[in-house]
């Protein structure tokens, strides 16, 4: 049985069939072909899949493709500008280092993202708590919540002028 | 199996209507527990996310699908009943949080689950509905069992119901976990009433050390009355070691469990008479 929803995909309607078993995460990634999105461990652990659901991180590989219906969704991909610009905080994960494999990145700068929108001045303590649910086995995270500080700051400095 | 159909009720009759029209159906909140034990998914699932009995959160009544972060986020409930929002800011990830409900971790029934130590010193109710009508039960009755509850077939918790705070009583949180998202190891919760260094009430309860979430009534009856020592704080922690009945399994040992537990108690009620944040 598949059942057609709609709901908002960075930004734009989308209409996709969807089966009872499914994923928001398999509809992404296989029946939109939106790959930013990735799979590490399926079970909520890991943070690879974090989109954001009504600006809120969710993990993508827990969250039923049905329950989407109505809803607003913004994937890695909806955080690129028109002009293929990184924003701040992605051009800080890369000026510190902060990615090196990539697979935690999109995750990574979704719940950092997520944090700068209900706090833009976060403490380390805040920073470390907001990527909890992200695993990353590469950067040994000193360097991501540097890069997240840094971007907290330089957004800060920004809108005070 | 795969989930061949899945509803989304609007209404309580909607949900008892689906429920016994169906022989294999199970309820589904947040899904963070459900679809991730061993993949096996039910057939058929009900889900209670857009049920509007089972939302709205404020400081007397938690809606059943209000999401843990909305409870670890409240302001008012911050200031009402601060040991639950400290518990609900130490559940899972950011992302977990976000969609993991305050009724499926109850419904689940892990001896682990963050939110029952709180609720337990709290002595909050749970509202459960089914078809026949609506009742109350103490959090205290609520869990029959590992995974196992007092709901009937059919029924839903709808909610969980808070007395007013008392005046003057301090609440605490302690969970220890391998890394900082993790299931409890042990957790112990408490909410003490003290004057002039003597302690008038107590409620302690602990999560992991036993079938189910506990309420340790011996270690209060030890306490209340009695001026907090640090003498007595230590029997206190060595009755609360005794009266827990903890396993050895994957995430720790039982020797390791009672001395953190009774660790926890001693350092839950110093923190608490120090006051300051739960
Ligand atoms: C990565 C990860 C980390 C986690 N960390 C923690 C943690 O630190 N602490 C912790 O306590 N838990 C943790 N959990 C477990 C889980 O997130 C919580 O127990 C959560 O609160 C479950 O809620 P849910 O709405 O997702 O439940 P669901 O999975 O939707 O439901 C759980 C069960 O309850 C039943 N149910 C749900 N709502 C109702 C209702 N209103 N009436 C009747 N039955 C109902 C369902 O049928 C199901 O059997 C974690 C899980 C994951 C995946
Ligand atoms: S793939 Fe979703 S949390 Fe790991
Ligand atoms: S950069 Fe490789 S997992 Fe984070």
Same mark, same amino acid.
């Given at each position: 049985m598949t059942l057609d929803i709609s709901f908002s995909l960075n930004g734009a309607e989308v209409v996709v069939g969807v089966r009872p078993h499914q994923r928001l995460l398999d509809v992404l990634r296989r029946t939109l072909g939106m790959t930013g999105t990735k799979e590490g461990c399926g079970e909520g652990e890991c943070g690879a899949c974090t989109v954001l659901v009504d600006g809120r991180v969710v993990n993508a590989c827990l969250y039923p493709a049905l329950e989407i219906e109505g809803r607003s969704v913004t994937t890695i991909e909806g955080l690129l500008g028109a002009d293929h610009q990184l924003s701040p905080l992605q051009e800080s994960l890369v000026a510190r280092g902060a990615i090196q494999c +990539?697979?935690?990145?999109?995750?990574?700068i979704l719940s950092a993202h997520a944090l700068?929108?209900?706090?833009?001045?976060?403490s380390d303590a805040e920073i470390r708590d907001a990527l909890v649910g992200n695993l990353c086995r590469?950067? +040994?995270?000193?360097?991501?919540?540097e890069a997240v500080q840094e971007a907290a700051d330089r957004l800060g400095s920004e809108s005070d002028v | 199996m795969k989930t061949l159909a899945y509803h989304r009720p609007k209404s309580l009759d909607e949900v008892f209507d689906l429920m016994?029209?169906?022989e294999d159906a199970a309820y589904i909140a947040g899904g963070t527990d459900l679809l991730v034990s061993g993949g096996a998914s039910p057939p058929t699932l009900i889900s209670l996310r857009s049920v509007p009995e089972l939302m709205?959160?404020?400081?007397?009544r938690i809606g059943a699908a209000t999401p843990v972060?909305?409870?670890?986020?409240?302001?008012?409930?911050?200031?009402?009943?601060?040991v639950l929002v400290a518990a609900a800011r130490r559940l899972g990830s950011e992302q977990i949080r976000n969609v993991a409900t305050v009724?499926?971790?109850l419904c689940r029934a892990a001896p682990c689950a963050d939110l029952a130590p709180p609720l337990l010193v709290l002595e909050a109710r749970a509202e459960i509905v089914g078809r026949g009508g609506t009742r109350e039960v103490p959090i205290d009755e609520f869990f029959a069992g590992p995974g196992e509850t007092v709901l009937a077939p059919g029924e839903v918790l709808a909610a969980?119901?808070?007395?007013?705070?008392?005046?003057?009583?301090?609440?605490?949180?302690?969970?220890?976990?391998?890394?900082?998202?993790?299931?409890?190891?042990?957790s112990v919760a408490l909410l003490v009433e003290a004057e002039g260094g003597r302690c008038r009430r107590i409620r302690i309860a602990a999560g992991s050390v036993a079938p189910t979430p506990l309420r340790l009534q011996p270690v209060e009856a030890l306490l209340e009355g009695a001026e907090l020592t640090d003498e007595i704080l230590e029997e206190a922690a060595a009755l609360a070691a005794a009266t827990v009945r903890p396993i050895t399994d994957v995430r720790s040992t039982e020797s390791y469990r009672r001395r953190i537990v009774g660790v926890y108690v001693k350092r839950g009620v110093a923190q608490a008479l120090a006051g300051g944040e739960a």
């Amino acid at each position: 049985m598949t059942l057609d929803i709609s709901f908002s995909l960075n930004g734009a309607e989308v209409v996709v069939g969807v089966r009872p078993h499914q994923r928001l995460l398999d509809v992404l990634r296989r029946t939109l072909g939106m790959t930013g999105t990735k799979e590490g461990c399926g079970e909520g652990e890991c943070g690879a899949c974090t989109v954001l659901v009504d600006g809120r991180v969710v993990n993508a590989c827990l969250y039923p493709a049905l329950e989407i219906e109505g809803r607003s969704v913004t994937t890695i991909e909806g955080l690129l500008g028109a002009d293929h610009q990184l924003s701040p905080l992605q051009e800080s994960l890369v000026a510190r280092g902060a990615i090196q494999c +990539g697979f935690c990145s999109p995750g990574v700068i979704l719940s950092a993202h997520a944090l700068l929108d209900r706090n833009p001045n976060p403490s380390d303590a805040e920073i470390r708590d907001a990527l909890v649910g992200n695993l990353c086995r590469c950067t +040994g995270y000193v360097q991501i919540v540097e890069a997240v500080q840094e971007a907290a700051d330089r957004l800060g400095s920004e809108s005070d002028v | 199996m795969k989930t061949l159909a899945y509803h989304r009720p609007k209404s309580l009759d909607e949900v008892f209507d689906l429920m016994a029209s169906s022989e294999d159906a199970a309820y589904i909140a947040g899904g963070t527990d459900l679809l991730v034990s061993g993949g096996a998914s039910p057939p058929t699932l009900i889900s209670l996310r857009s049920v509007p009995e089972l939302m709205g959160v404020d400081e007397t009544r938690i809606g059943a699908a209000t999401p843990v972060a909305d409870v670890a986020r409240h302001p008012g409930l911050a200031a009402s009943h601060p040991v639950l929002v400290a518990a609900a800011r130490r559940l899972g990830s950011e992302q977990i949080r976000n969609v993991a409900t305050v009724g499926g971790n109850l419904c689940r029934a892990a001896p682990c689950a963050d939110l029952a130590p709180p609720l337990l010193v709290l002595e909050a109710r749970a509202e459960i509905v089914g078809r026949g009508g609506t009742r109350e039960v103490p959090i205290d009755e609520f869990f029959a069992g590992p995974g196992e509850t007092v709901l009937a077939p059919g029924e839903v918790l709808a909610a969980v119901r808070l007395d007013p705070p008392r005046t003057g009583a301090q609440g605490r949180f302690l969970k220890k976990g391998r890394v900082r998202m993790d299931l409890a190891i042990a957790s112990v919760a408490l909410l003490v009433e003290a004057e002039g260094g003597r302690c008038r009430r107590i409620r302690i309860a602990a999560g992991s050390v036993a079938p189910t979430p506990l309420r340790l009534q011996p270690v209060e009856a030890l306490l209340e009355g009695a001026e907090l020592t640090d003498e007595i704080l230590e029997e206190a922690a060595a009755l609360a070691a005794a009266t827990v009945r903890p396993i050895t399994d994957v995430r720790s040992t039982e020797s390791y469990r009672r001395r953190i537990v009774g660790v926890y108690v001693k350092r839950g009620v110093a923190q608490a008479l120090a006051g300051g944040e739960a």
